[in-house]
């Protein structure tokens, strides 16, 4: 039996009927074709399908599209507002924060959460931040300098 | 010139993968596309009598089911291209036909309309299982036991003496000789994105698209060409993005096969995305040795010899290089150090598990752990000094190419001076004397060291199983824009940008005037891949050489237009120029002023302006060389080259690294005060690329130190199945590594460049080890076993 969901994607109504065992990260990549959200663990150890659900980092491989029905989804592809990189998108990239780049997008959005709610970091609060993602390639140092500089730059922005 | 190579440049690659924008195999997608889900051993040996599958056909979305019986005929062999003397090799069928030997072995595969169908449909399917006595233990497996393949009589594999000069003299004339058993546990290599595999046939021109998470692009069309019985040039390999590798796509499985096979029964898309827990049951595994090293010493602790007797665990099968990985751990039991005799007895072994192959280090890190695990052992034995046992038998630098007792000569090295900066940059005197303080007040302190050499750059072609060079051509379009096609696959180590720094520099051109193109067997000249830390160090060199043949080319054109001889003429920032003063071509009054390459009005191809010019851009003769009116007589229209380069020898990196921990007496577990870490790879073309390598490579190490294990119960159950058992390090468990280099050129290729991707891996695990057996020395340990589990630690110091 399909359930009607609406569900807000990077600013974008959509209303589909979907199957209430189909999992939110397979309706945004598989439905709405928002690949840039990646599966790493299936069982919410790694974070790679981390995104934003009204505002909280969510791993979406462990949650169902019908219990995302009325809520505001933000992933990697809706972070760039206006075409122009969020910050901690630039400190990636600045601070060579990734390189398969598989686990990024959901690194960045637990990364943005982070900066979100504590916008001065120490090195030991990003590396607790981020406990809950999975780098295999980085060794993580890259990624807490690129979250320091996306925090500096995000308070110098303000 | 080197405007761009030595800089810390960002990578080109990044904007897509940081926007979401990248395509991943899953992130390919075809209309009609199939979905195939497998019924994998839930045994670990088991007869299959029968398989039902009746009730999966009758299920909503299923398209076909294929068992081991339908295609034994069809799809050959899961291909290994290792050589070895006398190797026993079983004949591994891409699904299980009588007998499953591993859990995960594939039995039957579902073809669907959709995953979730066919996932459903796997468990209507019915496997009558007859469970047979099972082997898991390396050891157990070798003396006897439970056979895997009956027709080969016994679980041996191979054995294999490796090593030069008089062992047994080498022992008699040691004054000490030290022996410890040592296990390099089993690991999981753990790409984040597991193995993937998008098939479509098109059954008009009777051709495949392979899509496929792999490291080898050409080498898997070979193989996969020849299992599915198509010609090589009617199927193209396309590598997307490829979420991290390390090894573990060095390979060629019997999915992609069997994938591409359904595809052409079918006439449709079907693809395969692994999940976790199939990447942890049938994606390789790495390490699974267990040896016992022996080491002859003198009083002032001279080396005279080193003998390593071990097991390889090969698991069930062979996969492409699985017996020849613990050879490499052969090569490399020199380490750092001068050895007269050394002799590696390696004993390969079947068991009831997923094969082991290449992890990153892949046989390397074995070595490195054996011989600075020993050098720790030596320093003790004699009470010296680590530094000292270590300093006593380095070769001088100049003794360099430097001949091994392994039967390597190595490229060229500075032992002393990375230890010095190591020993600097650590403050290690100052360390010691933190760690006597530590010790006073009652706290479990430890320093441990590492002085490392790796063997990389993957290789001369003599010394491979086949083909050890690598591919490169470089064409400057008529626009100016110049395209890198390169045989090697990275994947994460960024090489689109650092070939493209090579390239721009080279040619004198900007850097974003570059595009590197990998991973498409229909648009690249065959290559070898992505592995072995070679990518730079020969594939790079290729890039290299391919320029300077296209450049032979452009300064006969250049030369040609410019009325002069090639010789005369200067190249420098990317333009051929007369002698200062020398009078430019003569005006005649015809061609029209000249339009900067890259201005050009939108949708016209600017007309090559040559009279009254006195210099010419390399990208102003690729448009001459294309239009073709103006070239000298009997010049090949085009500006393009390509070279195939093989490297004489291998490239040997090294370095020390140096850490301090400290552990909790009440929970055992392990914490990193300091890492130090001064690696040697050569030349380094982007140093940001270079550290990102080194943090990832120790992360590793330390995984494998302190956290990792594959672990199979004694039936032969994987007890870690999933990532929440199977524990790679997290952020929060991490040192600052601190970061240094010295640059000893590698004489090997024109770059002197060595290699950097399994560094850290191979010179950090017994960093770790070592400093965890010195904090627990007061404890009278002498040794322990990877991973130093919190509770294992704590056993320890607690009795």
Known sequence: MKQAISINVNGVDHHDEVEPRLLLVHYLRDLLALTGTHIGCETSICGACTVLVDGQAVKSCTMFAVQANGDSITTIEGLAANGSLHPVQE??????????GYCTPG????????????????????????EGNLCRC????????????????????? | MTKYVGQRIKRTEDPRLIKGLAHYVDDVRLPDTLHVAFVRSIYAHARIAGIDVTEALKAPGVVAVYTGKDIATK?????????????????????ATDKALFVGHPIAAVVATDKYLARDAVDLISVDYEELPVVVDVEAAASGGPVIHEKFGNNIAYTLTSGEGDIDAAMNAADHIVKQRMVHQRLAPIAMEGRGVLARYFPGEEELTLWSSTQIPHLMRTQVALMIGLAENKLRVITPEVGGGFGSKLNVYAEEALLSWISIQLGKPVKWIESRRENMQATIHGRAQVGTVEVGCKNDGTITGLRYNVFADLGAYHQLLTPAIPTLTGLMLSGAYRIPAIQMNVTGVFTNKMSTDAYRGAGRPEATYVVERAMDIVAAELKMDPVEVRRKNFPAKSDFPFHVATGLDYDSGDYEAALDKALELSGYAKLREEQTKARAEGRIVGIGMSSYVEICALG???????????????????????????????????????FAQIAADELGVDLNDVTVIHGDTAIVQYGIGTFGSRATAVGGTAVLIAIQKLKEKAAKIAAHILQRDASSLSFADGRYSLPKGDAPVPDAGTSDPAVPVGEAPAGALPEPQTEGRSTLTIQEIALIAH??????????????????????????????????VEIDKETGETKFLRYVAVDDCGKVINPLLVDGQI??????????????EVVYDEQGQLVTGELMDYAIPRASQLPW??????ETPSPVNPLGVKGVGEAGTIGATPAVVNAIVDALSPYGVKHLDMPARPEAVWKLING
């Not at chain 2, 050959?76 to 190797?87: I, K, R, S």
């Not at chain 2, 083909?467 to 990275?490: N, Y």
């Not at chain 2, 120790?698 to 990792?708: C, D, F, H, N, R």
């Not at chain 2, 590594?737 to 010295?742: A, P, S, V």
């Open chain 2, 460 to 498: 001369p072609s003599q010394a491979m199983p086949a083909g050890g060079w690598e591919s490169a051509t470089v064409r400057i379009e008529p626009t100016g824009k110049v395209t890198v096609m390169t045989g090697a696959s990275p994947h994460g180590q960024g090489q689109e940008t650092s």
């Open chain 1, 91 to 100: 400190g990636f990239w600045e601070k060579h924060g990734l390189q398969c």
């Open chain 1, 138 to 158: 980085t060794g993580y140092q890259h990624i807490v300098e690129a979250v320091e500089y996306a925090a500096k730059k995000t308070a110098a922005g303000e």
């Open chain 2, 695 to 708: 943090h990832g490579g120790i992360v590793q190490a330390i995984g494998q130190a302190l956290y990792e």
């Open chain 2, 75 to 95: 799809v050959g062999p899961v291909p290994c291209a290792a050589a070895l003397p006398d190797l026993k090799v079983p004949d591994y069928r891409v699904l």
């Open chain 1, 107 to 130: 690194m960045i959005i637990a990364a943005k959460q982070l900066i979100d709610r504590n916008p001065d970091p120490s090195r030991e609060e990003i590396r607790h931040g981020l």
């Open chain 2, 627 to 660: 239009i073709a009116k103006e070239l000298p007589p009997d010049t090949e229209p085009g500006l393009s080259a390509t070279y195939f380069f093989e490297p004489k020898n291998f490239t040997f990196p090294f370095g020390t690294h140096i850490c301090m």
């Open chain 2, 737 to 742: 590594f601190e970061l240094d280099r010295t």
